[in-house]
């Protein structure tokens, strides 16, 4: 049986430039869909995959993030005196007793890579899920929980993929892979004439702690960023490294149109919201 995943990365250190400026004082991550920030979302997918440490990686502007996760006496108590039951037990709701948290600053923002990098003494000796926020995945089984089966099958590296079309390959990491979908080839951002294959990397990635090793000596690549596909390239040469084509449907939350749709598709999933929304939307 593999080592357990306990800890879950979450690298919430970059500037966000595609959404400025509501990106100016609020971090990406602290965007709302319907009425949870994106990182709640990315916290609750992990735990429900099993995390109990969870590891943010961030930027002294995004202190927003920490109060997020931060008790909050005075507004709990306001909730239970005025009888706000249900408020009161969302907010109590955003991070489980038995689950810690773990704060690492990224300097400056040099890369995925970099970020991940910086969570190592924090994750020590030990498999670990990185999430990226802005990708939000609506799913029956949680990503995270969909890869956390598949390593422990191998006990290997597995990162989630689908499918992008040919034309937008330089927005994503892409792999090839065999017939076990075990990963060949990797390139971040390659344009569609040197792209190896359309499977692109989506934002969920299980990793075994050899990764560390790689990123210390992964130089700066795409974009002049210390990137984490360059380090999973070098730890292919050690190690198999397995994609893993997700169930589910992802919505790129980084981006203006991924977060509009995520907004509409989540709330046409709550039965308090689908009614009026589904109305409105027959109307146009
Ligand atoms: P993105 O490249 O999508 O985020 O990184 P960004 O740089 O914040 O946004 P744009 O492109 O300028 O609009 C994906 C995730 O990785 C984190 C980001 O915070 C985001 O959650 N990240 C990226 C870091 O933590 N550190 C970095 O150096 C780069």
């Known amino acids: 049986m593999p080592k357990p995943v306990r800890t879950a990365v979450f690298p919430v250190a970059g500037r966000g430039t595609r959404f ?4 100016k004082a609020v971090p990406k991550e602290m965007l709302p869909v319907v009425d949870k920030p994106l990182i709640q979302y990315a916290v609750e997918e992990a735990i429900a995959a099993g995390a109990e440490r969870l590891v943010f990686v961030t930027h002294s502007s995004k202190g927003a993030i920490q109060a997020h ?4 006496a005075e507004l709990e108590e306001a909730l239970a005196d005025s009888g706000k039951q249900d408020i009161l037990a969302a907010v109590q709701g955003v991070l489980p007793r038995q689950v810690s948290c773990d704060f690492v600053l990224q300097g400056d923002p040099l890369g995925l890579g970099h970020a991940v990098l910086c969570a190592r003494d924090l994750v020590g000796d030990e498999p670990f ?7 939000l995945i609506l799913a029956k089984t949680g990503c995270l929980a969909q890869l956390r089966a598949r390593y422990e099958q191998t006990g ?3 990162i989630a993929t689908e499918e992008v079309p ?3 390959t330089s927005s994503y990491g892409i792999a090839a892979v065999d017939a076990d979908n075990a990963i060949e080839q990797i390139v971040e951002k390659p344009r ?11 934002g969920r990635y299980l990793l ?6 790689e990123l210390e000596n992964t130089g700066r690549g795409s974009g002049g960023e210390i990137q984490l596909t360059d380090g999973i390239a070098a730890l292919m040469a050690r190690e198999k490294v397995y994609a893993m084509p997700f169930a589910g449907v992802r919505y790129d939350c980084g981006s203006k149109l991924g977060y509009l749709l995520a907004n509409i598709d989540f709330a046409l999933e709550r039965d308090d919201l689908a009614g009026g929304l ?3 939307l027959g109307r146009l």
Do not use: C, Q, W, Y
Request: aromatic residues 8%.
């Open 69 to 72: 996760f931060e008790e909050h």
């Open 208 to 213: 075994t702690p050899a990764i560390f090793a």
């Open 20 to 23: 400025l400026p509501a990106t």
């Open 166 to 168: 040919r034309e937008k």
């Open 192 to 202: 569609p004439e040197d792209a190896p294959s359309n499977l692109g990397v989506v």
């Open 278 to 280: 589904r109305e409105h």
């Open 156 to 158: 290997s590296s597995v």
């Open 129 to 135: 899920f990185v999430h990226l926020p802005d990708d």
